[in-house]
């Protein structure tokens, strides 16, 4: 974001487009009036700096190391421009979305370390279905490779029916690895001896789910009964 200019003054590098400026506030106003906030920038929570930044932890990390992080809103901007000396500019996502979800079911705010776990708050909070839900709940013990580890599950929901699930939120080609077939059968058996689901959610799954909730006043049949 900054950069030296030729008379030795500080500038302000645009970090989307390049473009430079010789003041923050210029700086700052560039970024907000002509670029997207959470697709090439998010703010930074502090109501004292509102800066637009890539990453709000390394921000805070860099211009506020004595301060807490907020815990809402994103966290990373989800498309970063990588700017070489010559001014060409590379377009690249981020490796992954996190920031905090604000859960109008639950009146509290819930990390996410991916776009999907995001997307499956947002179902869970309109889902009339769901009574109540936590994220990353408790943990299971579970045996890899001749050594007992932690597994620590995505979500407890708590459905109107009585019913209860664990969800694990995994792409499909991540459920054959063998460290995620010993995590879930560890946490199959603990749910079976509390007559609980186990559910891992795919991007199959995730798409039916949101189909599922878009349409729930038209159908009266729970998720249980269609996916597990």
Not at 18 to 25: H, S
Request: overall charge positive.
């Amino acid at each position: 974001m900054f950069a030296e200019g030729n008379s030795g003054g500080r500038k302000f590098a645009c970090f989307v487009c390049a473009v430079m400026f010789d003041e923050f506030d210029e700086f700052k106003a560039h970024i907000i009036n002509e670029h997207e906030e959470g697709t090439d920038y998010v703010l930074c929570p502090l109501e004292r700096c509102k800066a637009p930044v890539r990453c709000v932890k390394s921000h805070f990390k860099a211009r506020h190391p004595a301060d807490k992080i907020p815990q809402k809103g994103m966290m990373k901007a989800t498309i970063w421009r990588d700017i070489n000396p010559q001014g060409k500019i590379k377009k690249r996502k981020a490796k992954f979305r996190t920031g905090w979800h604000e859960s109008s079911k639950m009146k509290k705010n819930f990390y996410y370390r991916s776009s999907w776990e995001k997307i499956a708050y947002e179902c869970l909070d309109s889902w009339h279905a769901v009574v109540a839900y936590d994220v990353e709940p408790f943990k299971i013990p579970y045996i890899h490779e001749g050594h007992c580890h932690d597994y620590i599950p995505d979500l407890f929901i708590a459905f109107l029916d009585g019913h209860k699930e664990i969800w694990e939120i995994k792409p499909t080609n991540q459920t054959a690895m063998q460290k995620n077939q010993d995590k879930w059968f560890s946490a199959r058996r603990a749910c079976e001896a509390r007559e609980w689901n186990f559910v891992v959610i795919t991007e199959q799954v995730m798409n039916q789910l949101k189909k599922k909730v878009k349409n729930q006043y038209l159908e009266d049949e729970s998720y249980s009964e269609d996916y597990s």
